[in-house]
Structures are given as C-alpha cells and as structure tokens.
C-alpha cells in the first residue's frame, strides 16, 4: 500500500521561497519514479518536476525550470521540491504523485491529499 503525505505549503510573497515535503510509505517506493503536480484554480493539473529512482534523472515543467529544484531521499522515504523565486503564478495545491514510471501531468498512480502554496504579489 502506498500513501504520500505532503507538508511545507503556505502563503509567502513573490520573489521568496518555500519547500515542499513529501513522506512516502510502501518500501516499493524507493524503486518508483516519484514527482511533483499541482493545479491551479480554474486549471488543468500541470507536471511540475519528476524524478527517477536509481540515476535520479530529473524533469521539469517549462515554468519552473531554474527555479525549482526537486530532490529525493530514499533512505529517509522523502521528496522534496525547494522553490524559489515564486510568483504569483505558481499559485495553486501541489500534489506528491508516485508510479512504475513518469507520467504526463494528472496520468500518475498514487497521488497525496496535497498541500496549498499561495504566492500574493
């Protein structure tokens, strides 16, 4: 059984940081890809950043890329994505998401109950 429990969420003004946790549980999960998708109001759910189990090949949405930077620790069965510089458009619930392999935005297996992260201007 896999279960992903986000933390790290909030409210920050643009132009500061914020990091997302995310602990896994299920031993399987240290041999899944695991990554990041959030959705913003009135929006489709939209990949974030990815990450692989074993090289840790990393993968970002266009609109964080620079910016965010996602990170595992498989010993700890914890993600990770520190963001910085945000704006008010990285506004939205980011949710934790798991699978065998990468998948494209809202496609993802085992997804957490998803943390807020608002960003005022």
């Known amino acids: 059984h896999v279960q992903l429990v986000e933390s790290g969420g909030g409210s920050v003004q643009a132009g500061r940081s914020l990091r997302l946790s995310c602990a896994s549980s299920g031993s399987i999960v240290s041999t899944m890809c695991m990554g990041w998708v959030r959705q913003a109001p009135g929006k489709e759910r939209e990949g974030v950043a990815a990450i692989s189990p074993g090289t840790g090949r990393r993968w970002y949405g266009d609109s964080v890329k620079g910016r965010f930077t996602i990170s595992r620790n498989n010993d700890e069965s914890m993600l990770h994505l520190v963001m910085n510089y945000l704006t008010p458009e990285d506004t939205a619930v980011y949710y934790c998401?798991?699978?065998?392999?990468?998948?494209?935005?809202?496609?993802?297996?085992?997804w957490g109950q998803g943390t807020q992260v608002t960003v005022s201007s």
């Open positions: 998401v798991t699978d065998i392999q990468a998948r494209e935005h809202a496609s993802w297996s085992y």
